[in-house]
T-cell receptor
Framework: DAKTTQPPSMDCAEGRAANLPCNHS???????VYWYRQIHSQGPQYIIH???NNETNEMASLIITEDRKSSTLILPHATLRDTAVYYC???????????FGAGTTVTVRA | EAGVAQSPRYKIIEKRQSVAFWCNPI?????LYWYQQILGQGPKLLIQ????????DSQLPKDRFSAERLKGVDSTLKIQPAKLEDSAVYLC???????????FGDGTRLSIL
């Protein structure tokens, strides 16, 4: 799987949009971009995934650049409960493995 | 729907003892995964089952770790004998089928003294 690069940490203000970047410059055409998050003392939670097109669900939006070398996860209105470690993962369509890196620790501040 | 259930939530044992963890996946999910998460790191896949068959156990330390999913539903992960470096959170995940998003339980936190 392609290696992803994320900033180790970021802060955002409650009620504002949180934009989480992920770099995956070596991603192949067969690799999805997946986002998970892990709240303290809980298991990882699936957020969203995409291949080429932008995606939106009830939790977040995923913006993938046209060259697919980077993506941004957008939490539209961050709340204190969104404080977590966010993982960006590139996963091959023919593979089942999720290879977690260190992720981004996001702290939402009141 | 009920989520992935794991027990126990916490376990403390001494090195060289044995321990077992239990996982009940989401109903109807054919694929089940066990991950190990060492403090400060992301989860690492240990083993994947498709129904009751092993798909991948290449990262499982087979000299001490074993796992089974006898009826294609519940699964157990065992460590015997435990080493200090096995201190970690053991996470179980399931998905409807291979390749679909995985849903995780809250894990078992294992401490080795």
């Amino acid at each position: 799987d392609a290696k992803t690069t994320q900033p180790p940490s970021m802060d955002c203000a409650e009620g504002r949009a949180a934009n989480l970047p992920c770099n995956h410059s070596t991603i192949s055409g067969n690799e999805y971009v997946y986002w998970y998050r892990q709240i303290h003392s809980q298991g990882p939670q699936y957020i969203i995934h995409g291949l080429k097109n932008n995606e939106t669900n009830e939790m977040a939006s995923l913006i993938i650049t046209e060259d697919r070398k980077s993506s941004t996860l957008i939490l539209p209105h961050a709340t204190l409960r969104d404080t977590a470690v966010y993982y960006c993962i590139a996963r091959d369509v023919n593979d089942y493995k999720l290879s977690f890196g260190a992720g981004t620790t996001v702290t939402v501040r009141a | 729907e009920a989520g992935v259930a794991q027990s126990p939530r916490y376990k403390i044992i001494e090195k060289r003892q044995s321990v077992a963890f239990w996982c009940n996946p989401i109903s109807g999910h054919a694929t089940l995964y066990w991950y190990q998460q060492i403090l400060g790191q992301g989860p690492k896949l240990l083993i994947q089952f498709q129904n009751n068959g092993v798909v991948d156990d290449s990262q499982l330390p087979k000299d001490r770790f074993s796992a089974e999913r006898l009826k294609g539903v519940d699964s157990t992960l065992k460590i015997q004998p435990a080493k200090l470096e096995d201190s970690a959170v053991y996470l179980c995940a399931s998905s409807p089928h291979h390749g679909q998003p995985q849903h995780f339980g809250d894990g078992t936190r294992l401490s080795i003294l």
